[in-house]
């Protein structure tokens, strides 16, 4: 099955011998906000990564309240064409009919890269559960060997252990400027809505504001709009 990505931008053309390092930064995106374009520009300005791959995932079993799968995806493009226009971004829709396993999903696109290289973007809050993804994860000693996880450093989440070799082979830090470091949320929007904040437009945008607005979004105190499932 192919890949569809439903917003990108002309890239490159490279030699066979220059493979493309591809950055797939996933996450529920309910909404996508400010910060999460921030972290993508900061995965673009690392030199060890040409393009980045934004994934809305889908419905996971430990989120059944996330809005319906097409309302973030739609969101997560507006997102991207009002603060990424022109960058080597784009968004895929790999998970719209459920989310995958972290392994199953980069073993597809890998497949659809062919000789491209695949990281994955975690956040270091990942890393504090006290058990290693090899450990906890499917697949995960095999994850954990055969891909290259990039770590984005959290200011309020610090790993336990700076060397990161503790959680696998494969594993290193993203360098970070300051200026990428952000502590906003999508639970800090969503909540910005429930107490009636006229304008959340300063923490996700124009475009996502007046979505949210236009489709009333998270006024029921959850990250889901039943009434609107079927947009």
């Known amino acids: 099955a192919t890949v569809s990505v439903l917003y990108c931008i002309t890239l490159p053309i490279r030699s066979f011998n220059n493979m493309v390092r591809v950055g797939v930064y996933g996450g529920s995106f309910d909404p996508p906000t400010k910060a999460h374009m921030l972290c993508v520009e900061n995965i673009l300005n690392n030199d060890d990564i040409d393009e980045v791959i934004i994934v809305p995932s889908g419905v996971r079993p430990d989120k059944r309240n996330m809005s319906p799968y097409n309302m973030r995806l739609e969101m997560t493009l507006s997102c991207v064409e009002e603060y990424l226009a022109g960058k080597k971004v784009s968004v895929?829709?790999?998970?719209?009919?459920?989310?995958?396993?972290?392994?199953?999903?980069?073993?597809?696109?890998?497949?659809?890269?062919?000789?491209?290289?695949?990281?994955?973007?975690?956040?270091?809050?990942?890393?504090?559960?006290?058990k290693s993804i090899s450990e906890t994860w499917y697949r995960g000693s095999e994850l954990v060997s055969r891909f290259e996880f990039l770590v984005l450093y959290r200011p309020d989440t610090i790993p336990r252990h700076s060397d990161l070799s503790v959680y696998g082979p494969k594993f290193t830090w993203l360098d970070t400027d300051p200026k990428y470091h952000s502590p906003l949320s999508s639970t800090f929007v969503r909540r910005q809505v429930l107490l009636n904040n006229p304008s959340v437009e300063e923490y996700v945008g124009h475009l996502v504001?007046?979505?949210?607005?236009?489709?009333?979004?998270?006024?029921?105190?959850?990250?889901?709009?039943?009434?609107m499932a079927g947009l």
């Open 92 to 130: 895929s829709t790999v998970e719209k009919d459920g989310a995958l396993k972290t392994f199953d999903l980069l073993t597809r696109m890998t497949a659809e890269r062919g000789s491209d290289e695949i990281i994955f973007v975690i956040g270091s809050d990942w890393l504090l559960s006290g």
């Open 209 to 227: 504001s007046k979505f949210i607005t236009t489709h009333k979004l998270y006024l029921n105190g959850e990250g889901t709009a039943k009434e």
